[in-house]
């Protein structure tokens, strides 16, 4: 079994081979059990742990468990720790040990950016980035790759994590900025893209211009909501699989508002892959992406690493 750490995780994954893989992924299907879920309470601190198995028909085997504990932030942790294990589908061998917390940030800002191929304008050039964590230092990467991003405002409830992205984007070279003005910044982005673990709305409907794209992948409970209601009412809402309509916070206030039904969804990303679903109609269309996340994206790039550190796939093996 290989042990891949965390750079050479890392460095075995790029948006230029991720998000072509992911929409691969999506248009081959995987078995994809629920995600089990587990409330975590030990000394006083809570948290939720995640254990998310997939499979699929290349012959890999995937499990992850991760971690999510919102509060670390008060001890300048990272709110999410995961852990990745690949097997053979055909035959149980252990392929590899993966770092589960570069997967993770990489698989969602891929599928973010999968989504905005097909929902965000094709001139989009302006990313709010609505977060500071590991995956939101990832978002301006992700949507380079898909929209001809060419400058970044970054706002994060606390002001000094949005500088510091902020500093950190104009080193890799993006025309970046830190904004206290979050309403200011949403009317002025092309692409609104939030990934925080916040349980109370931080972007209304109301700031929402004509052509913008709603790209939401930080909440995934039920009480976990990034957003108002106003945000999906009239506007063009997918979901990264089946599971967010039943998970997603944002969603199910929307529901219980009245102001969006199931049956208004318009697609999935596996929709949007196949060409089921259309993507963005028009250029003054407001589109919005709600994404939870799932064992399939862990998989297919879990197996993408191990195949760049020079592991054979299933099909190539004997065991």
């Not at 980035?129 to 990832?138: N, P, Q």
């Not at 089946?242 to 219980?256: H, I, N, R, S, V």
Request: one cysteine or more.
């Amino acid at each position: 079994m290989l042990v891949i750490d965390t750079e050479q995780t890392r460095g075995a994954l790029s948006f230029e081979q991720a998000i072509p893989a992911l929409r691969e992924a999506f248009a081959q299907g995987a078995h994809v059990p629920a995600r089990h879920v587990h409330a975590i309470e030990s000394g006083g601190a809570h948290g939720t742990s995640l254990i998310m198995p997939a499979w699929n028909e290349r012959g890999y085997f995937g499990v992850k468990v991760i971690n999510i504990f919102p509060e670390n932030t008060r001890q300048s942790l990272p709110g999410l720790h995961a852990t990745y294990n690949l097997y053979s589908a055909r035959s149980g061998v252990p392929l590899a040990q993966v770092d589960g917390d570069i997967v993770t940030v990489f698989r969602t800002a891929g599928a973010a950016a999968l989504g905005a191929s097909y929902l965000a304008r094709p001139d989009a050039a302006v990313l709010l980035i609505v977060g500071s964590g590991r995956i939101a230092g990832l978002l301006a990467q992700a949507m380079r790759a898909v929209r001809p991003i060419r400058k970044v405002l970054v706002w994060n409830l606390r002001p000094a994590g949005a500088q510091a992205l902020a500093e950190e984007l104009r080193v890799q070279g993006y025309d970046a900025a830190a904004t206290e003005d979050l309403e200011a910044a949403v009317r002025q982005a092309d692409i609104v893209s939030c990934a925080t673990l916040s349980t109370v709305p931080l972007v209304h409907g109301a700031w929402l211009q004509p052509g913008t794209h709603l790209d939401l992948i930080g909440s995934f409970k039920p009480d976990m909501i990034e957003t108002d209601t106003a945000c999906f009412d009239g506007t063009s809402v997918y979901v990264d699989t089946d599971e967010a309509p039943t998970k997603a916070g944002d969603l199910l206030a929307a529901f219980q508002a009245g102001v969006l039904r199931r049956e208004d969804l318009r697609g999935t990303l596996a929709d949007l892959v196949s060409g089921k679903a259309p993507g963005r109609r028009d250029a003054r269309e407001i589109t919005v992406f709600k994404a939870v996340g799932s064992a399939l994206e862990d998989l297919t790039l879990a197996a993408l690493v191990y195949e760049n550190r020079g592991g054979a796939s299933p099909a190539d093996r004997t065991v």
